[in-house]
């Protein structure tokens, strides 16, 4: 059996590139829109979510590609399921015990990970197909998508919503903040709009 | 019968295995930060408290739960903690909860003493609307209610906010939340004065 | 006289204060991904109103009678979802025995919502609301799903003249939706404060 290095290469570019730009999850396959739309008010609370999503991700992916040899049909989806309310349920505990404020902040969007479509999908179209070091770089590169898109979200709506990134003041503070940024008006729009630009740049990408 | 027995078994055998594994785990992550997550609440209290009270050095709860009546007519349990300085009562502190612009405003609520006289509140958690609502956790909207009369509050609509008695100047733009406070104050103080004379804790105005 | 009070305060809440969609962001992929046409928007929203009353009222139950007493709160989010995900389950084997033709109207959406957060949402949500009793927890599930309901039909009554409206083409779709959305979550906005 010949191995091809730069196949064994490519195949894991691959994965990275699809995770963060190809097939980013909230602006390519638009999956996982609650908690986008929930958590982006500001930056903090939208990087410890999309920091709780990478570890719900790698944690599932690894245990989903080492069970893979064992799972019937029948019982897949269920045991996705349990698998990811387990890792959910710790990183929730992890949050409540270490950073209670942006815990209750985030409230119950931290255990609606558990139907996050992106970590079951992940699970379905990845690690129940790959070995295990494949897996765990897709979990990585997709959590890194995600957090990625939640983060110019969160961004665009922090300094436009109230003038301040991470909490730290950006825009002169005569700079009338646009309230309506913070609440769910501000959630949609932003969403929609970015999503519009993102159809325009590769758009114009692709020549069309 | 056996043979269905089998092949539940072999379909199967692997989400049993997984769910004792994982409840393991779930167990043992509880079980090594249950503790944490206790402090975290109380802290929050005490923390929130002592910026109430300076001159207090700590909080112990009445030992008897009685049972307050929430805005909505709930009975509910509640319980008053006494902040003491040495041998003293430093003063009384107690949780409110409003109705808000959105979902409820949690607070924290300090009294002298004798319940003559609010030492002042303080936000545990509420999602009022940034910029506007919101501004009912801060120190100008605060600093009206420290040293007011414990007793029932009125909103104006403007006035001195160096003023501080029963009438407090709502924040303009967030006249909900205001009121909500207002409410809140209006509905809990009478209770929770009453259940600390009805425990000769305080003196009701009439000594012999 | 007074829980029939706090009964309809809370539907109303649930309904137009705090609808699920506008205000709490769930059911949002199927919301942009079914609410194209009427018809389907509808039977979506029926499919949804069942799922949740019945989820909702069965978490609740698991939750106070069994996690609460026996102090099994940490395996709480497990036991929800794998409840709902059963019951589900449960349910569309029997309404496609039994109630074809229901089955017909809005069966296809049953696989579909199970692991929505919409669903789980609510079930959640009832948790943090401390809804105390039986009755309400049917209540306010059931105003969830009516709340649902609603905003998928306002939308796709919009998506449906949109279709007529010329669309800048990089907005087409999935982003239209989102601002359209954005602009419904406004109007609701008028609600807060209502009760």
Not at chain 1, 80 to 91: D, P, R
Request: proline content about 4%; overall charge neutral.
């Amino acid at each position: 059996m010949v191995t091809n290095p730069d196949g064994q290469v490519g195949l894991y570019g691959d994965a990275v590139v699809n995770g963060l730009w190809r097939e980013n999850p909230v602006f390519r396959m638009i999956l996982g829109m609650c908690p986008t739309l929930a958590v982006t008010a500001a930056l903090k609370p939208a990087l410890t979510m999309g920091l709780c999503v990478i570890f719900v991700l790698v944690c599932s992916n690894i245990m989903v590609s080492l069970m893979r040899k064992g799972l019937r049909p029948h019982v897949r989806i269920l045991m996705f399921t349990l698998t990811i309310s387990t890792f959910v349920t710790i990183a929730d505990l992890f949050l409540r015990a270490y950073v209670p404020r942006m815990s209750e902040a985030l409230g119950p969007y931290v255990p609606l990970i558990i139907v996050n479509c992106i970590i079951i999908w992940r699970a379905e179209a990845r690690a129940s197909k790959s070995r295990l070091l494949l897996s765990i770089v897709d979990a990585l590169a997709m959590g890194a998508g995600f957090t990625l898109a939640l983060c110019i979200l969160a961004s665009i709506r922090e300094i436009l919503g109230t003038g301040k990134l991470f909490e730290i003041q950006v825009l002169p503070t005569t700079f009338p903040a646009w309230a309506a940024m913070g609440m769910p008006v501000g959630a949609f729009l932003t969403f929609g709009f970015v999503l519009g630009a993102i159809n325009l740049i590769t758009k114009k990408r692709s020549g069309g | 019968m056996l043979p269905k027995l089998k092949h539940f078994l072999r379909e199967s055998w692997l989400l049993i295995v997984a769910s004792f594994f994982f409840g393991l785990l779930i167990a043992a992550t509880n079980a090594a930060l249950a503790a944490r997550i206790e402090m975290n609440k109380i802290t929050k209290l005490t923390s929130l408290a002592t910026g109430l009270l300076p001159d207090a050095k700590g909080f112990a709860p009445l030992q008897e739960p009685f049972e307050v009546r929430a805005l909505d007519g709930r009975a509910e349990p509640a319980t008053i903690y006494r902040a003491v300085a040495g041998d003293e009562t430093a003063g009384w502190v107690f949780r409110v909860t409003g109705s808000g612009f959105s979902d409820k405003i949690e607070m924290v609520v300090a009294t002298d003493a004798s319940f003559e006289k609010l030492a002042g509140f303080d936000v545990l958690a509420s999602n009022e609307t940034p910029g506007f609502g919101d501004q009912i956790k801060e120190p100008f909207f605060r600093n009206e209610f420290a040293g007011a009369p414990a007793d029932h509050f009125m909103l104006a609509n403007a006035g001195s906010r160096e003023q501080y008695d029963s009438t407090i100047v709502a924040i303009s733009g967030a006249t909900v939340s205001s009121t909500a406070v207002v409410e809140a104050m209006n509905h809990y103080l009478p209770q929770f004065k009453e259940q600390l004379e009805q425990k000769g804790l305080i003196g009701n105005g009439n000594e012999p | 006289m007074d829980t029939i009070l706090i009964l309809l305060t809370g539907f109303i809440s649930v309904v137009l204060v705090n609808n699920l969609v506008f205000t709490k962001f769930l059911g949002i992929c199927p919301y942009i991904g079914v609410s194209g046409r009427i018809d389907m928007a509808f039977g979506m929203g029926l499919a949804v109103t069942f799922v949740m009353t019945l989820s909702g009222t069965l978490t609740w139950m698991i939750d106070h009678w069994l996690l609460m007493p026996l102090n099994l709160e940490v395996v709480r989010y497990v036991a929800f979802i794998m409840v709902i995900a059963a019951a589900v389950q449960l349910v569309e084997m029997y309404v496609k025995r039994f109630f074809p033709s229901l089955y017909d109207s809005f069966g296809i959406f049953l696989p579909l919502i199970t692991t929505n957060c919409a669903i789980l949402g609510l079930c959640l949500f009832l948790v943090v609301w401390g809804t105390g009793s039986l009755i309400e927890a049917v209540v306010l599930s059931f105003g969830g799903g009516i709340g649902f309901t609603m905003a998928i039909c306002i939308m796709a009554g919009i998506r449906e003249n949109l279709r007529m409206v010329d669309v800048p083409e990089a907005l087409q779709g999935a982003p239209i939706t989102l601002i359209t959305a954005g602009l419904l979550a406004m109007a609701f906005m008028g609600f807060a404060g209502m009760i």
